[in-house]
Structure formats: C-alpha cells, structure tokens
C-alpha cells in the first residue's frame, strides 16, 4: 500500500488495518488447525474409514452413522444430559467468579497471595500436574468419614424437603453444592476476566454514586453490573466450551470409546453432532444476550 494513502486513512480505519495484521497468524492457525481437521472429521463421518499401508481410505455410505450414534445408541441422551449440567455449572461458576473477583478486587492484607491461589487452576488446567491432583481430591475423598464431610447430600436434601422446597429445586441445589469443588477449579480464568473488568470500571462513577448518597447494592446493579457485561458474556461464551469439552464427561468417554475400537465414523459422527449441539446453544445464548451488553463508549 502506498505510504501517503496510508496517512490519508482516519485514525479508526488504520487501527482496523493494524487489528487484521495481528489476527492474520490466527486466521492461518484456525484454517490449518481448525478448518481442515473439521471438515475432515465431517467427511469421515459419512465414510466407512479403513487403513491401508499407512494412507486412510474412505468410502461414502451416508448417513448410517449418524443413524446408529444418535438413534440406535443413547449418544444423543448423554450429550443432552451433559449439556444441561454444562449450563448449570456456567451458572454457577459466573456466580462465584464475580463474587471471588469483587473480593479480590479489594485493597486487603494478602491479596496478592490470594490471587495467586485463585490463578492455580490456569497453571494447571491441563496435563499431568491436574490429573495428578484429581486425583488426590478422589482419595481424600473415599478416605473421609461421613462425620468428617461438610457437603452430605442426605442431611441437605431432608433440610430443604423441610422447607418445602421442589424436588426439581432441591435436585439442582444438591447437584451445585455437591460439585463445589470442580466449579471453583473451573473459575480461575473466569476470575481473572472479572477482575480486570473491574478495574477497568472509572472510579469516578463510584464517586458519583457516593454524592448521590447510593448503598453499595445500588452501585453494583447500577454501575458495576452493567459494565461487567461484555465480560459475563465472554465468560458465559468461555465457560459452555470449557465445561461442555472436559475429558471426564461421559459424553467424551463415548466419543473415546468408539475412536479406541476403530468406528472411526461413529467416532466422527459424534462429535460433528456434538459440536453442532454446542453451537447451537451459543448461538441462542449469543442472540439473547447480544443486545443487553453495556458498553461504556456508548
């Protein structure tokens, strides 16, 4: 391009050139490692795949996985079952996301140390170091004697059936408490999308709301929450696919299951079904939230 067009450009659609430089290494990386292995897998789920001297060798046969994966097995049960409970533990993890990163937000003695706590599972999101320390979290746990255990699901179902609350209800309380542990290990990203949200926020809008004499509820539902948006979205956004995707769900160990025997199409037709079903559920959360996020420039 020449350079005195270059300086003609407005300052904003310069900034829009400079931004596609910088996604163009990730435009590459999406269409070598994304697209293409898509696609493929998608191929292959309308193929009956065999090998031969080490080249694969595909032959269309229609839809006779999908078929077999989706109406003959009980994939189509578990994938929904998994995703409602996705839903539920997004919930809950952008629940105590914003609680933990209001908090840690806070001028206190130990912060610092405290954040670091709460970045571990970034650290070790992955690998050895998490499978290591799942399971410990699992022996401890078989080791620990019900009078010992704070979480007894028994004791809170009969206190909340005394209250006179739903078994619907009940069920999703106890499923939330019983898996306290796996949400605050999924929160750590979320946490630190929030934290930089809030200090992101113009402490002159707090100084505004305190001549206005506003309580600290009114502050966070009128000034805090609404500038938080863009980041529940994108954690909302971050959390479905994080959850939906983790290796110990059942949904996955199916998938596993069919690629370790050798149905590579049901393996494919899986989880080109499966990621369809995610994609559908971003994109109606997607539509619904788009037009209620605040931005402060507007």
């Known amino acids: 391009m020449n350079k005195s067009k270059l300086f003609k450009m407005s300052y904003e659609r310069r900034q829009g050139l400079v931004g596609y430089v910088f996604l163009i290494p990730w435009m590459i990386g999406t269409l070598i490692f994304f697209c293409y292995p898509f696609f493929h897998t998608v191929w292959m789920s309308f193929c009956d795949v065999s090998f031969d001297a080490g080249s694969i060798i595909t032959h269309f ?20 079952t998994h995703l409602g409970t996705t839903l539920l533990h997004t ?9 933990l990163a209001i908090i840690l937000n806070q001028e206190f003695f130990g912060r610092s140390f405290w954040r670091v706590i709460f970045s571990l599972p970034i650290i070790v999101a992955s690998g050895l170091v998490l499978s290591v320390f799942q399971k410990d979290l ?38 939330a408490v019983s898996s306290v542990v796996d949400i605050l290990w ?7 999308l929030f934290i930089t949200g809030l200090q992101s926020i113009s402490p002159s809008l707090y100084e505004v709301c305190d001549v206005e004499g506003a309580t600290a509820w009114q502050r966070f539902w009128r000034v805090t929450f609404p ?15 994080d959850i939906s995707t983790q290796s110990t769900a059942e949904v996955m160990y199916t998938m596993r299951y ?13 989880a080109t079904g499966y990621f369809l079903m995610i994609l559908v559920v971003l994109g109606v959360i997607s539509l619904a939230l788009s037009k209620r996020i605040v931005y402060i420039d507007k």
């Open 258 to 270: 069919y690629y370790n025997n050798t149905f590579y199409a049901n393996a494919s037709a899986a």
């Open 138 to 175: 699992t022996f401890q746990a078989s080791v620990t004697s019900e009078s010992t255990n704070i979480f007894q699901n028994e004791a809170l179902t009969e206190m909340l059936l005394s209250m006179g609350i739903g078994d619907k209800i009940i069920e999703v309380v106890v499923t």
């Open 91 to 99: 919930v809950c993890v952008l629940i105590i996301s914003i609680f």
């Open 186 to 192: 999924m929160s750590g990203v979320q946490i630190l």
């Open 227 to 241: 500038l938080l948006t863009p980041y529940i979205f994108l954690n909302i956004i971050y959390s479905i696919i």
């Open 61 to 80: 046969k229609g839809i006779d996985a999908y078929t077999e994966v989706f109406l003959k097995q009980q994939f189509l049960q578990q994938a929904s």
